[in-house]
């Protein structure tokens, strides 16, 4: 990768936000020696709360960082666009039916395809964040016919870090032994953490641990993590969720090293039995920009059943904004 490299942030004001600019800005997201030019996008109420961001990333003199622009115009945020994060998304709020909030999201997510579709690089490619993400990513990528359909992944990064960090801390080993991790399905309570791939210290990971615990405590623990930091942070993960999302992106532009894999969540060509066209977490190595979803892998009962949990409640969602006419 040469740069300037243009990025563009969707709810650069929010959490997230403030914890992913400033590491852009100081080169982890597509390295070292590239120089970036970011574009922030946020609701009109949440402009001027971007240009304080915007000011303190003045203030760090990142030598990489070339330029910042703050925008409430989705074609003028996206427009040159190389990489865009699309981190500001509705929440669910009390009382909301998952029909409402699939329709607020699907008039964030719709303009923002459709912006993305006129007005980005040839080269552009999206990373959502913003839940439910793998479904805003299929309303996005909907709206975007001329952009190819693999620009358009999900993240569960963070779900594959918790799961790595969980399993280290059980066996009391490093981060760095466990190899070939994968989260597969939804990026939601129903995704299923495989250790029957894993590698720890090149041997089996599920080998390692007994069965009662990776069923009953580490898929659960992984699963709801993101509940127990609200619960203790009283807010969601806001730097993790960041560093995720720099990993995944350092991934796609960079490469993952040999011997070893991550998790994304990307468009299904129907590989492990998954609907051809769901974006869904899969095992994926990534070389020239570009990601593959691991072949050949055999899969037991045990995690045909979870895998068919998750990727069932992902068409289920597909079927909903179908219905909706997001899609
Ligand atoms: P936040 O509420 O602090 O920030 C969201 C920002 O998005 C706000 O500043 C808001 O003004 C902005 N926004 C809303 N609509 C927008 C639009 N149409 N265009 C541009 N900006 C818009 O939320 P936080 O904590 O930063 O989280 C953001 C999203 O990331 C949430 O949907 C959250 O559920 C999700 N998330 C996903 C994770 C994952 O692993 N995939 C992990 C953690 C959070």
């Not at 989705?74 to 990489?83: L, M, S």
């Not at 991790?181 to 250790?195: E, F, K, M, R, V």
């Not at 190595?285 to 899969?299: H, N, R, S, W």
Request: with cysteine; hydrophobic share 45%.
């Amino acid at each position: 990768v040469q740069g300037p490299v243009t990025v563009t942030v969707t709810g650069a004001a929010g959490q997230i936000g403030y914890a992913l600019l400033f590491r852009i800005a100081s080169g982890h997201l597509l390295g070292p020696d590239v120089p970036v030019k970011l574009r922030l996008l946020e609701i009109t109420p949440a402009l001027k709360a971007a240009e304080g961001t915007a000011m303190e990333l003045a203030d760090c003199a990142f030598p990489l960082l070339q330029s910042v622009d703050i925008s409430d115009d989705p074609r003028v945020a996206f427009d040159g666009a190389n990489v865009a994060l699309l981190v500001g998304a509705r929440p669910r709020t009390k009382g909301m039916e998952r029909g409402d909030l699939l329709e607020a999201n699907g008039g964030i997510f719709k303009p923002q395809g459709e912006a993305i579709n006129a007005v980005a690089a040839d080269d552009i490619k999206v990373l959502v964040v913003g839940n439910p993400a793998n479904t805003n990513a299929l309303i996005a990528q909907a709206h975007a016919p001329d952009v190819p359909a693999e620009r358009f992944t999900a993240m569960t990064r963070l779900d594959h870090n918790r799961a790595i960090s969980q399993l280290a801390s059980k066996l009391d080993v490093p981060v760095t032994a466990i190899k070939k991790l994968t989260i597969w399905g939804n990026h939601s309570a129903t995704q299923y953490p495989d250790l029957y791939h894993a590698e720890v210290n090149g041997k089996v990971a599920a080998e390692q641990v007994d069965e009662a615990w990776l069923r009953d405590t580490f898929i659960p623990t992984v699963a709801k993590r993101g509940a127990a930091i609200i619960e203790a942070r009283g807010a969601s993960s806001a730097a993790s969720a960041a560093n995720a999302a720099i990993d995944h992106v350092y991934s796609w532009v960079n490469g993952t090293p040999e011997g070893d894999w991550t998790s994304a969540a990307i468009p299904s060509d129907g590989s492990y039995g998954v609907p051809e066209g769901l974006i869904s977490s899969f095992p994926v190595t990534a070389k020239d920009g570009k990601f593959q979803i691991v072949q050949g892998l055999e899969i037991d009962a045990f995690s045909r059943e979870r895998i068919d949990a998750s990727v069932q409640e992902l068409a289920e969602e597909r079927d909903a904004v179908r219905g909706l006419g997001l899609i």
